[in-house]
């Protein structure tokens, strides 16, 4: 079975620019992660999702940030207009969450560097 | 809301040498718990997690960690740690499956040969 899958890998970037990243998560998982990873801040929670349904999307920095998950099967989180500051490795990570065996372990992408000049 | 804090930024230890990384969570009822590595590059891949049951839980490559509830710890283990150990290390915590799940600020493991 294919892991989470995230594109693009890297992103290079013009301040002010938009930038959307995409994560496929594991077929059949219902709970969706969306993760920063910084030096200075560390792996920070940006939103998660039950069921496509945005539950906490109290890490979100700034009104800059939307995502968004239409299906079971996809999500794009959206940076419109990017800043420097921005620059960070984001990490989309899927889990079942269900009854009948459902521990909430994380299976995370390979993570979508994103550069902003 | 939980909270997880991982003391040590940076540890170093000998090949061969016994390791254990320390975690202390915040929460008021069972949490969930996880500890995942990163290696440079990579995404996090998930050692071992807790949430019920034998309070000494074992995991992939070795590693076993032990959920305290008087101490509020899940510290991670390795009786003998080998060079590919080096890497980043998180602690995790949830309030339940379908909860959220914040991670602590790391542990970096150096291997010293």
């Known amino acids: 079975d294919a892991g989470v899958i995230q594109s693009p890998r890297h992103e290079v970037t013009e301040m002010g620019q938009e930038v959307t990243l995409r994560c496929k998560p594991i077929?059949?998982?219902?709970?969706l992660f969306w993760y920063r990873q910084t030096m200075m801040r560390g792996l920070e929670l940006l939103i998660y999702?039950?069921?496509?349904?945005?539950?906490?999307d109290s890490g979100m920095p700034e009104d800059r940030f939307s995502a968004k998950m239409p299906n079971a099967s996809f999500s794009t989180l959206k940076i419109q207009p990017s800043e420097p500051r921005d620059s960070a490795v984001y990490f989309c990570?899927?889990?079942?969450?269900?009854?009948?065996?459902?521990?909430?372990?994380?299976?995370f992408g390979e993570g979508s560097r994103l550069t902003v000049l | 809301a939980q909270s997880v804090t991982q003391p040590d930024i940076h540890i170093t230890v000998s090949e061969g040498a016994s390791l254990e990384l320390r975690c202390n969570y915040s929460?008021?009822?069972?949490?969930?718990l996880f500890w995942y590595v990163q290696s440079p590059g990579q995404g996090l891949q998930l050692l071992l997690k807790?949430?019920?049951?034998?309070?000494l839980v074992q995991g992939i490559k070795g590693f076993e960690a032990e959920f305290k509830r008087s101490q509020s710890s899940f510290n991670l283990r390795k009786p003998s740690v080998h060079w590919s150990d080096a890497a980043e290390y998180f602690c995790?915590?949830?309030?339940?499956?379908?909860?959220?799940?914040?991670f602590g600020s790391g542990t970096r493991l150096s291997i010293r040969p």
């Open positions: 995790a915590v949830g309030a339940s499956s379908a909860s959220k799940i914040i």
């Open positions: 807790y949430f019920s049951g034998d309070t």
């Open positions: 999702f039950n069921n496509n349904v945005p539950i906490d």
């Open positions: 929460y008021g009822a069972t949490p969930y």
């Open positions: 077929s059949g998982h219902n709970s």
């Open positions: 990570a899927s889990s079942w969450s269900g009854t009948g065996g459902g521990t909430g372990e994380l299976f």
